[in-house]
């Protein structure tokens, strides 16, 4: 079969891995959530908008001929990475993840591991605090249980709707970040605590770095279970890939 492969992407991973697929002239496909309003120019063509379920990928990964899939999504887009898993195991299209190795405490760092979403906002029950919260706008709503904090959210796009938060400052901003800029912020804004998803890479790491050099806590969201899948850290290993088929395990 003819390589035709599917990037599934949002991600700075995914977006180097897009430029080195169009160097090598390789034919691809990216694909996007479309929650970003003003996403970043890709190299390569770009869809938009989900699939439809498991169903509806599996039909695309046919009717596109697709040979290999690379899931380059945000880790805790856990929905689309195991509609992914499922749907190339049903159609037999071979399947990688490009994603980021998570991140570890250090010397210095005061984190509270909380196991998902709900478990963050429940940290959250104590008296009020400026919260650095680094979870993203589709869980803001969550909370607003714990309407006490003010809180300091940074956001890829401006919100279109008022904030489900009575106490908030918005800065709208992408990374990656760097350590100065987000200790400043820190500073400025009187920051006592922070939230965030475990993410790993790069791109976002810097706040995890401020919050350790000014002693802040942090509640860390481990992130979400998947299923066994091949894995990699690095755009060069997942062109290895592409082209060896060389099993790089999980």
């Not at 300091?152 to 800065?171: E, M, N, W």
Request: charged fraction near 20%; proline fraction near 7%.
């Amino acid at each position: 079969m003819t390589m035709n492969l599917l990037i599934l992407g949002g991600t700075l991973e995914a977006r180097a891995l897009c430029a080195r697929v169009a160097e090598l002239g390789l034919t691809a496909t990216l694909s996007l959530a479309g929650r970003v309003a003003r996403p970043k120019a890709s190299a390569l063509p770009v869809r938009s908008g989900g699939f439809g379920g498991v169903a509806g990928l599996r039909s695309y990964l046919v009717a596109e001929k697709i040979s290999h899939v690379i899931d380059a999504t945000h880790p805790f887009a856990a929905q689309m990475s195991r509609h992914a898993i499922i749907a190339c195991a049903e159609t037999g299209v071979p399947l990688l993840a490009l994603t980021r190795a998570p991140w570890q405490a250090v010397s210095g760092d005061h984190w509270v591991h909380v196991p998902d979403m709900e478990g963050a906002v429940a940290a959250l029950d104590r008296p009020p605090l400026r919260v650095m919260l680094a979870v993203g706008r589709m869980h803001l709503a969550e909370f607003a249980r714990q309407p006490q904090h003010h809180y300091l959210l940074r956001l890829v796009d401006p919100p279109d709707r008022p904030l489900p938060l009575p106490h908030a400052d918005v800065i709208v901003d992408r990374g990656p970040f760097d350590v100065e800029a987000d200790t400043r912020l820190m500073q400025e804004h009187g920051i006592q605590m922070v939230v965030s998803k475990n993410a790993g890479g790069t791109g976002a790491v810097a706040k995890i770095t401020a919050a350790r050099q000014l002693g802040l806590p942090v509640v860390m969201i481990d992130r979400p279970a998947l299923p066994q899948r091949r894995e990699v850290y690095d755009v060069e290993a997942a062109l290895d890939w592409l082209h060896t088929g060389t099993d790089l395990g999980v």
